[in-house]
């Protein structure tokens, strides 16, 4: 299985990115699919995570600025934030977890993971 995340870079407060991760080796639709990050000197923690595209989680801090979607044909995630903070700052990655157990906000709880991409919000 591999998790392939793209999409991370310098951005400006108040500006948007697109996160993508790629998926092979899994039957993508099979799993639910989540984004983590984090930032140096703190543990990681969930952002947003989708099941069927009408089950999806976020966290507090990214609600109203952060959109994940999934494209099964594709094998694909993303996760558009908008509205960017210099907070969003951190490592970006992207997880997998068997959908017939649920969505989960619980970084033990997925078994795949990618290698992470960076996203740096200036201000």
């Known amino acids: 299985v591999q998790l392939v995340e793209s999409g991370g870079g310098l951005a400006q407060a108040g500006g948007s990115l697109r996160l993508s991760c790629a998926a092979s080796g899994l039957t993508f639709g099979s799993y639910a699919m989540g984004w983590f990050r984090q930032a140096p000197g703190k543990e990681r923690e969930f952002v947003a995570c989708?099941?069927?595209?009408?089950?999806?989680l976020y966290t507090d801090s990214v609600k109203g600025r952060a959109t994940i979607s999934r494209d099964n044909a594709k094998n694909t995630v993303y996760l558009q934030m908008a509205s960017l903070k210099p907070e969003d700052t951190a490592v970006y990655y992207c997880a997998a977890r068997i959908r017939a157990y649920g969505l989960s906000m619980e970084v033990g709880e997925y078994e795949y993971w990618g290698q992470g991409t960076q996203v740096f919000v200036s201000s």
């Open positions: 989708i099941g069927r595209p009408d089950t999806i």
